[in-house]
């Protein structure tokens, strides 16, 4: 005889886990690590082995000595914030400031939580922006990309496009007169441009992204749903005024949308669970992204748009989600 087994959800198991998933994500960032490190030489490489080394010591010692817990730290989830971490600050960032955004980072931004699984904001974004408004000057003194010949202690710093977009603007100039100051838009796609690390070179990033898809490891949703909102957007302002925004390819190559879009806004705890609620979260990242930008007093807005539309996923979890199996569907 043969016995119907009923028994609770999750009633699929894959031979994904944890482990797996987060060194799917660290490959992925690879090749833009490896053009971060091309243009800012080794400012690149100890910024990123601080920020890493740094997580990793923190969560250790976090889980193992005041939450009594044993330590996680094999799962990669520490050294995949400790990477975006790095990606989102100057190659030239003071060791003790990256060591301190670490903690905030972890200490706050997820372990105060319960760890992984229950932070409801991006840990490596927490501890950004703790640090650009504890230390401004220090997070906004961009290196000028020049490979092994940048100094990590002394390196020539510049603004970025979109700083020099936004100052420009103030002083009076037009899009068009900015933009000679400017890479060209190719030079911009391969990373020859100042930034954070991980803004540059959107083709290493896409790389990343088309890797990530093809391991299923992020679906397209959300991704697309910032980058077509912020084409549209900041297409909509150019049409309207070229003299005073720039045109979309521009605001997608520049700052860091790509990376928001495809590393930091898809993380699985931070993010909706349902497609609809993907889209509703892309869309209000984009749109809040556009509008710091153009109306905003900061040049970039996308790690804020993500942190806000952090404190949605709950209520966009709740709200939006399919009907349950065998739920009674009124036809009206």
Not at 34 to 60: D, H, M, N, Q, R
Not at 116 to 131: C, D, I, T
């Amino acid at each position: 005889m043969k016995f119907f087994t009923v028994s609770p959800s999750p009633h699929v198991h894959g031979r994904d886990s944890i482990q797996s998933l987060m060194f799917g994500v660290i490959l992925a960032l690879m090749p833009a690590l490896a053009v971060s490190i091309y243009f800012f030489g080794p400012g690149a490489i100890i910024v990123t082995a601080i920020a890493v080394g740094s997580c990793l010591f923190f969560e250790y010692t976090i889980q193992k000595y005041l939450l009594k817990v044993t330590p996680t730290i094999n799962d990669g989830s520490a050294i995949v914030t400790g990477l975006l971490l790095a990606f989102n600050v100057p190659s030239n960032l003071p060791v003790w400031i990256i060591i301190v955004g670490s903690l905030v980072a972890i200490g706050v931004g997820k372990m105060t939580f319960g760890g992984l699984g229950n932070n409801p904001f991006n840990p490596a974004l927490v501890g950004r922006v703790f640090m650009l408004i504890s230390f401004p000057v220090a997070m906004t003194s961009w290196p000028v990309p020049k490979g092994f010949q940048t100094s990590y202690a002394d390196a020539v710093t510049g603004a970025t496009p979109l700083g020099v977009i936004k100052e420009g603007l103030g002083n009076g100039s037009t899009v068009p007169q900015l933009m000679d100051q400017i890479p060209s838009h190719m030079q911009l796609f391969m990373g020859e441009m100042g930034g954070s690390m991980g803004e540059i070179a959107g083709f290493a990033l896409i790389l990343g992204l088309i890797f990530m898809l093809y391991k299923k490891i992020i679906t397209w949703h959300i991704p697309g749903s910032i980058l077509i909102t912020v084409l549209v957007f900041t297409g909509i302002l150019w049409l309207a005024n070229p003299e005073k925004y720039p045109d979309p390819l521009f605001e997608l190559l520049t700052g860091g949308i790509l990376l928001g879009a495809i590393f930091m806004a898809t993380d699985y705890v931070t993010s909706p669970m349902t497609i609809k609620g993907m889209w509703i979260f892309g869309i209000g990242i984009g749109v809040i992204t556009v509008l710091i930008r153009a109306f905003g007093s900061y040049p970039e807005g996308v790690s804020f748009a993500i942190l806000i539309m952090n404190a949605f996923v709950p209520i966009i979890n709740k709200y939006v989600k399919p009907k349950r199996f065998g739920e009674e569907v009124s036809h009206g």
